[in-house]
C-alpha cells in the first residue's frame, strides 16, 4: 500500500497516510475539522539506476552475457567419396536395394 502525503489548506497541517490505492482521499482535516485536506505530489521514495532489468536477465540461469555462446563449427560429415594416397577421388559403386 502507497503512503500519501495530505496537507490542510486552511492550517497548514500535514500528515502522511497509509492507503490502499482504491480507497477514497482525506477530505476533511484532522486539526481544523475544515474540508481542505488535500492530496500533496511528492518524490518517490526509491530511485533505479544503473542499465535497468531486461526481459532477457536471468534466463540462462544467471549468466551476465546477453550474447549467445558461438558453437564449435559443423564437424565434417563422412561421405561416400573416399581419397587414396595418390588423392584420387573415387565413389564406391551402389548396391540394388
Known amino acids: 500500500m502507497p503512503i500519501y502525503a495530505y496537507r490542510c489548506e486552511e492550517c497548514g497541517f500535514s500528515r502522511d497516510v497509509l492507503q490502499k490505492v482504491s480507497d477514497a482521499p482525506l477530505t476533511v482535516c484532522e486539526s481544523c475539522g475544515k ?3 488535500r492530496k500533496q505530489l511528492t518524490a518517490a521514495g526509491f530511485q533505479l ?4 532489468w531486461y526481459v532477457t536477465d536471468f534466463r540462462n540461469g544467471g549468466g551476465s552475457s546477453s550474447t549467445t555462446s558461438t558453437s564449435s563449427p559443423a564437424k565434417s560429415e563422412s561421405s561416400s567419396t573416399s581419397t587414396s594416397a595418390s588423392g584420387d577421388t573415387s565413389t564406391p559403386p ?4
Open 35 to 37: 474540508p481542505s485536506f
Open 94 to 97: 551402389k548396391s540394388a536395394a
Open 49 to 52: 539506476k544503473g542499465t535497468g
